[in-house]
């Protein structure tokens, strides 16, 4: 994702009129959507009111007894925890308002069981709103505290639907399902144009490329398996070719040719969005794979895309599903000045046939083989990822390993001095160390860090692959985002700040700042600004982006951290990293944690601190 602060301040030299100057169709005009009023929706959620308006299978369910605690108050649900086949329910009918894009439900669940296996689900909790199941857990999801789950639930807006939680148990040995803290949010403008589930789900990519001798020409073959996951027939994909940005439409950088499993329609967006008809719409479950030849040229110019002398960096370049929720087709422009991306995790195998001479460090887990003669085969495989990136040159390579276990490779074009790498990988297996403690432990196996102090951008990040100058700071932001984008995915163009903020101030932690000068020179531009804006308001404000998202972003996190407490916010964020590990988050989802986390009123908050969503 964003790079560090260098780039957006650096960004003011690109001419933002290239990034919208193809526009998507215009649709047709609708009625005036209904009013939205912004509520929470769940009586009683935090079960300190009696057992009113919930249903329970038998009484007792709601209680305070001992044996298990509250995760606020004094009261919880206590689900099962007989030993015996036994089923327990616990409803209640809630309705969703109508015209809100935003339906957020979260809860706090605890597990503990007396089950021994490790891979046999043999008591379950399962969360439903109406006929639809969110989520099941089960004795193998046992922790040793709460954890909160969110769920997107925009599509039940204007509906009266029965949320319920039901546990089973089998014959044998008790577990215990604890809830606590329910809550369904609403906020937004707008209904949502249909199933707001996000799909095209599960990509799966297959790679196969082979470069000229100097690494800046690479041919081959892409395959991508998707299922469609929402209700909502699916009866065309798009792939974004982010990299033709870089180009021109007659002149692409990204060339994709002979698609099979669908028909290839119209490039749109600058040629970055290239719209695939499938033989016929996937229903809910379905799935299809599509293929493709492909063609990546790298221009010029030490940039995310590009070449500088002998070494090549390539992210962005290998088309990726773009995705479709509540609010349509995500088609937005390339910005240069911060990111654009928004993708689902995905599983990459990707084989790269190269000269020997060449290193290539890339995303994911790399094996070398033998190629044909004088070459190599590096195959880099990646699960979970929602990017893939790679470099090609004769790269100086150091390794080492992270004091909690991380593989770290520092790759170093010429004119690096040794002390400089060095450097960074100490800062790398520090910091890889300090975010996983934090956040969650990284998940990715080895990082790479190629390093170039003639970027023009500080920093970018991909899974398991940064690009970064020497700068200690810069490379402690570029691995928090494995974190903030990598793991807890967002939609960048409309969302900068959910991770770009949340990285700066991920990094003020690493490097033990409090953040207590933040407000020193605060100053907002206009009404209009505000944290929450999306690129296509900091295209046409690049020299505040900086500003805004990295400083005053992270300060608004440092103030809610002063607000909850340190042992809070740090619960909160890490409770929110994991119910989010591998997901997306929104604003709607964040702000609705931060407020299950204190008793606090934090409505001013968010509006003092211009924080939307």
């Known amino acids: 994702m964003r790079a560090t602060p260098h780039k957006a301040l650096a960004a003011s030299v690109f001419a933002i009129a290239a990034l919208v100057a193809t526009a998507l169709p215009a649709t047709s005009a609708a009625a005036a959507p209904a009013a939205c009023t912004p509520a929470q929706v769940v009586a009683n959620g935090g079960l300190e009111s009696g057992t009113s ?250 940039d995310r895309f590009g070449y500088d002398g002998a070494f090549s960096f390539i992210g962005n370049a290998l088309p990726v599903l773009a995705v479709r929720d509540g609010a349509g087709w995500h088609l937005d422009p390339y910005t240069n000045n911060g990111e654009s991306f928004y993708s689902l995790a995905s599983d990459f195998s990707v084989a790269l046939d190269h000269p020997s001479g060449l290193l290539v460090p890339a995303t994911g887990a790399s094996v070398d083989t033998p190629g044909t003669s004088g070459r190599t085969v590096t195959t880099a495989t990646a699960t979970k990822v929602r990017d893939f990136a790679w470099a090609a040159g004769p790269f100086s390579k150091i390794s080492g390993t992270s004091a909690a276990g991380t593989p770290v490779n520092v790759y170093s074009v010429s004119g690096i001095s040794a002390s400089d790498s060095q450097s960074m990988l100490t800062t790398a297996k520090s910091a890889v160390d300090a975010h996983s403690a934090r956040f969650g432990a990284y998940p990715y196996g080895e990082l790479d860090a190629v390093i170039d102090n003639n970027f023009w951008f500080g920093g970018m990040e991909y899974p398991g692959f940064v690009l970064d100058l020497v700068s200690t700071t810069a490379l402690t932001h570029e691995i928090a985002h494995q974190w903030w984008y990598g793991i807890v995915g967002d939609d960048e163009y409309n969302s900068p700040w959910l991770d770009e903020a949340f990285t700066d101030y991920a990094t003020d932690l690493a490097q033990n700042k409090t953040g207590a000068s933040c407000w020193n020179s605060t100053s907002w531009a206009s009404s209009a600004e505000k944290i929450s804006n999306s690129m296509a308001y900091w295209d046409t404000h690049s020299s505040r982006y900086s500003t805004v998202i990295y400083g005053y972003g992270k300060c608004a996190l440092h103030d809610l951290r002063r607000v909850l407490g340190d042992t809070v916010m740090a619960k909160l964020l890490k409770d929110y990293a994991t119910s989010h590990w591998y997901g997306i988050s929104t604003a709607a989802e964040f702000k609705a944690a931060a407020q299950a986390a204190t008793t606090t009123d934090l409505t001013s908050f968010w509006t003092t601190h211009r924080i939307d969503g």
């Not at 577990?175 to 599960?202: E, H, I």
């Open 53 to 302: 308006p919930w249903t329970q299978s038998q009484t007792g369910l709601i209680t305070n007894r001992t044996g298990q605690s509250a995760h606020g108050g004094t009261y919880f649900a206590w689900l099962n925890g007989v030993g015996s086949t036994h089923t327990d329910t616990l409803s209640q009918s809630v309705t969703i308002p109508s015209g809100c894009s935003s339906a957020s439900l979260t809860f706090w669940l605890h597990v503990d069981t007396a089950e021994t296996t490790t891979s046999t689900k043999y008591d379950k909790l399962t969360a439903k709103i109406g006929t639809t199941t969110l989520a099941t857990y089960s004795n193998l999801d046992k922790n040793t505290g709460y954890v909160q789950k969110t769920f997107d639930v925009s599509a039940f807006a204007g509906q009266t639907v029965s949320l319920a939680f039901t546990g089973t148990e089998d014959s044998s040995l008790k577990t215990n399902f604890v809830l606590d803290d329910v809550a369904l949010d609403t906020s937004g403008g707008t209904t949502p144009p249909g199933d707001s589930t996000r799909t095209p789900a599960a990509p799966a990519y297959t790679v196969s490329l082979s470069s000229n001798a100097a690494g800046t020409v690479w041919n081959g073959h892409q395959s991508a398996s998707f299922t469609n996951a929402s209700a909502t027939p699916l009866a065309e994909v798009y792939l974004r070719l982010w990299d033709n940005y870089h180009g021109t439409c007659a002149a692409m950088p990204i060339v994709v040719s002979n698609v099979t499993g669908g028909t290839a329609g119209a490039l749109s967006v600058n040629c970055t969005a290239l719209k695939i008809d499938l033989p016929a719409p996937l229903t809910q479950g379905q799935s299809a794979t599509i293929g493709f030849d492909l063609g990546i040229t790298v221009p010029s110019g030490a």
